[in-house]
């Protein structure tokens, strides 16, 4: 069971996500959680300075009341009581300064879009991410080692899948959103890179990625423009390396174009 403080502030989202979180599965077969909601700063200041343990994990909503700075209020209080704790950001206002901001001022380790595509599942897998990540942080600190252990990660040449974290790293960079770099990859382009990378050397069509995706509606047009921005993202981290990754797929190696049915292949 993971106990979940959330600070909130409009009805509607909190009868749309409480029941997600609630019975969602976090990776202990359990789907039983405790979810406390709190609609006003100052409700849930008071709540962290009364609470003798801390929560699994804590979303914050940037924007209440009008007020922007009111996430980042309680994600400082956050920080010196329980730093171990993360921090999601569920916010209306990706992709502004206020995403920025909690970036580069408080420890957030995700800020997500509440009016993206299937909101809810991508809101549990980061949080089953983030509680295994913990876990495993625990465990690793407990026998004085550091990082996720091999079989946490995927390595391919120059490339590295973090499956504690899902970062995903290309000559030491980590892969950002090409359109806007200050955001992280979408889930949806680091979970097809991890079907190539493990499928490598043989190519997955259109319809076998859909069924890995468990997805009826993805389409060669999705699949193409999925590999389209990973390919740019690529691009970017290399270009950072003065290197270039769209070079390397024309030359037949990174994620090259196979045949004329749809598919697409991994080569490192």
């Known amino acids: 069971m993971a106990i979940i403080f959330w600070v909130e502030d409009q009805f509607h989202w909190i ?35 009364q609470r003798k343990l801390p929560p699994d994990i ?23 009581k329980w730093p171990q704790v993360p921090v999601i950001y569920l916010s209306e206002h990706s992709g502004t300064g206020i995403e920025e901001k909690a970036f580069e001022q408080t420890d957030a380790q995700d800020f997500i879009a509440k009016h993206q595509l299937n909101v809810e599942k991508v809101l549990c897998w980061r949080i089953k991410a983030l509680l295994r990540h913990k876990v495993i942080q625990n465990e690793s600190d407990k026998m004085g080692s550091s990082g996720p252990p091999d079989n946490d990660m995927i390595k391919s040449g120059e490339l590295t899948i973090d499956l504690t974290t899902w970062n995903v790293y290309w000559q030491g960079e980590r892969l950002m959103n090409p ?20 499928s490598s050397p043989r190519p997955l069509t259109t319809f076998q990625m859909a069924e890995k ?24 981290a290399s270009l950072k390396k003065q290197t270039s990754f769209l070079q390397r797929c024309k030359n037949g190696k990174g994620i090259v174009t196979f045949g004329d049915e749809g598919a697409y292949l991994w080569v490192k």
């Open 213 to 236: 995706l468990d997805s009826d509606k993805f389409s060669y047009a999705n699949y193409r423009q999925h590999i389209k921005t990973l390919r740019h993202s690529f691009e970017q």
């Open 58 to 80: 804590v979303i914050l909503d940037a924007n209440m009341n009008g007020n922007d700075d009111a996430g980042f209020t309680v994600s400082k209080l956050l920080v010196k």
């Open 179 to 198: 359109i806007n770099n200050q955001r992280p990859l979408a889930p949806t382009p680091r979970k097809i890179l991890k079907f190539l990378v493990e």
């Open 15 to 49: 009868d749309k996500f409480k029941p997600v979180l609630e019975s969602a599965d976090f990776g202990d077969k359990e789907n039983t959680n405790q979810v406390e909601v709190h609609k006003f700063v100052e409700s849930a200041c008071q709540a962290i300075k």
